[in-house]
């Protein structure tokens, strides 16, 4: 689970130095086959700090809080096409915010757009 107690779900649970390994379910539960004697699991999920968690003989359930970390992802950029992280794209990036659309009487998407980013042509095709 975060650290507001909401579960996680996909979180990966591995054996440490082992290939065994499952994943949380949708109410962050999971079960896996490890030896409470000697294993250590590894929790990780994307955005979240890495947690390893030693078993012992007395833990049959485990409450492991994942802590968030604020500074791993990047902006990402929609492209039309695809995705890409912001410091991959080698050309210009702007953007245009939804008070702006929102504040001009407009008519359409491609008026909202004119004029405002430069290097951007509109052309409207009547057919």
Known sequence: MDQTDKPLPRVSVT?????????????????????????????SYVGFEMREIKLTNAATELKVVLKNLNNTLSDVVVIGYGTATRRDITGSVASIGSKEIKSQPINSFNQALQGRVSGVQIIIRST
Do not use: S, Y
């Open 15 to 43: 054996v440490k130095g082992t290939k065994k390994g499952t994943t949380t379910n949708t109410m962050g539960l999971f079960f896996l086959d490890a030896d409470v004697e000697k294993d250590v699991l590894v929790f």
